[in-house]
């Protein structure tokens, strides 16, 4: 997602410059991006708060895109009543909008054009009552807990076993059917915090963009004022007409480069609405700062990922499938159902072959997303470095230009440049509050 720009400007004569005033000021009051001096870990969360709703009458089916790793018994996924946009304490809207709910099967809900102002936090209590993924997550839960009281209430009533099928709800269903249910609440657990890194990377992204475009229109507003004097030198005949295509050519570029990003900002807006189930047409206004520049935690590292290894769900889950399996197995083979014993006999061994390897997989796992945490942190380092050799250039060439050395147009050169380092450092800084938020998460598992 990093964005770099070019900029080429021919020269104007010195001589015309002599009006330029020090439009550097502008960018002084810019807010750059620093690096902090504690190692604390920053990690999304996943407690959220629940959030007011009015429901309808009618069911609204939603989609998702949960992954649950499972066996066993199927499912299909349904919903409840619907539920108008909501936000955490600290959201608030400038104008009230209701929902109208039919009575016959369907319901109309009108469009909420109401201003959003949206903090982080808020941001991050909607996930849990707005995302998609999380309200399917919701519903398979619903299901699958149906069925597994179900089942246990089959294996409860203690039934004579006369076939293959009264023998596995004695012995074998209810226990497959509480192994996927406790499955599917860990999925939901694990797509919470992934909704949450994902919202607070948009969240800070969008922020980032808004900061450049900003930057740009304090650019475009210093050239605006050098157009004018040139406009001024070409009437009173000490320019030629021409004198003034350089200063055009370059707001031209100016504001393409800053459509490109206020674009890059609408696209982002919307991945955030529609994780956050918020109207797409509903102008929203962030009101939280860009997140500060801390690095991960690192201490006790070895320890912990000891700890992760051994504590990981994902042991615990073929273990109790393997187990279930072998129930499954012994079952068919005393009903001679072959064909089904064969099937199981052959899922008992893949399951085992990925149980040997799920420690060791991880492990290389944990330290290569590791390895990239550091790589990020020279990258950050080396990007600070630049930000700040461009506004040492920018000191020299202000000098440059008060003495009549240089041009505006030198000076619009470095303060791109300048921009152009900020925002792709701020990128880097976001993209690694990101994977140190995932990293700890992988170690909490």
């Known amino acids: 997602m990093k964005k770099k720009y070019l900029s080429i400007f021919a020269f104007v004569p010195i001589a015309s410059m002599m009006l330029f005033t020090n439009s550097t000021l502008a960018l002084d009051n810019t807010t750059q991006p620093t690096s902090g001096a504690s190692t604390t870990s920053t990690a999304v969360s996943a407690t959220s708060t629940s959030t007011t709703s009015t429901t309808g009458t009618s069911a609204t089916s939603t989609t998702g895109t949960s992954a649950t790793s499972t066996t066993g018994a199927s499912t299909t996924s349904t919903t409840g009543a619907s539920t108008t946009s909501t936000t955490g304490a600290s959201a608030t809207s400038t104008s009230d909008s209701s929902a109208t709910t039919g009575t016959s099967g369907t319901s109309t809900t009108s469009a909420d054009t109401s201003t959003l102002n949206l903090s982080l936090d808020d941001a991050l209590k909607m996930v849990e009552t707005g995302n998609s993924t999380i309200k399917l997550d919701d ?68 922020l980032n963009y808004q900061q450049e475009a900003q930057n740009y229109q304090t650019q475009l507003t210093n050239l605006a004022t050098q157009i004018d004097k040139m406009n001024l030198q070409i009437k009173l005949g000490l320019q030629i007409p021409s004198a003034v295509d350089s200063l055009n050519a370059a707001k031209s570029g100016l ?33 939280s700062s860009l997140i500060p520049y801390t690095k991960f935690d690192d201490s006790d590292l070895d320890n912990k990922i000891a700890q992760a290894i051994q504590n990981n769900y994902d042991l615990k889950k073929y273990q109790e499938d393997i187990d279930i399996s072998q129930i499954e197995y012994s079952i068919d083979k005393v009903f001679e159902d072959t064909m089904s014993a064969d099937q199981v006999e052959l ?46 250039n920018i000191d020299v060439m202000q000098k440059n230009i008060d003495a009549g050395k240089s041009t505006i147009l030198d000076m619009i050169t470095l303060q791109n440049a300048l921009l152009n380092d900020q925002f792709t450092l701020q990128q880097d800084i976001n993209q690694y509050m990101t994977d140190a938020a995932n990293f700890q998460n992988s170690l909490d598992d």
């Not at 459509?259 to 918020?278: P, T, Y």
């Open 139 to 206: 519903s398979e839960i619903q299901i699958l807990d149906r069925q597994n009281q179900e089942a246990l209430a089959r294996h409860s009533a203690n039934a004579p076993v006369v076939d293959e099928d009264s023998k596995k709800d004695l012995d074998l269903n209810y226990k497959r059917s509480q192994w996927n249910l406790d499955n599917e609440k860990h999925q939901r657990d694990t797509d919470l915090k992934d909704a949450k890194v994902r919202v607070t990377n948009e969240y800070e992204d969008i």
């Open 255 to 287: 504001e393409a480069k800053q459509k490109g990003v206020l674009n890059s900002s609408d696209s982002e807006m919307l991945s955030l609405k529609q994780d956050l189930g918020i109207d797409l047409g509903r102008n929203v206004v962030l009101t």
């Open 347 to 392: 899922s008992i061994e893949d399951k085992k072959a990925t149980l040997a390897n799920i420690s060791n997989n991880q492990l290389v796992q944990l330290r290569t997303d590791y390895n990239s945490l550091k790589s990020l942190e020279n990258t950050i380092a080396a990007a600070q470095l630049t930000v700040e050799a461009d506004k040492i």
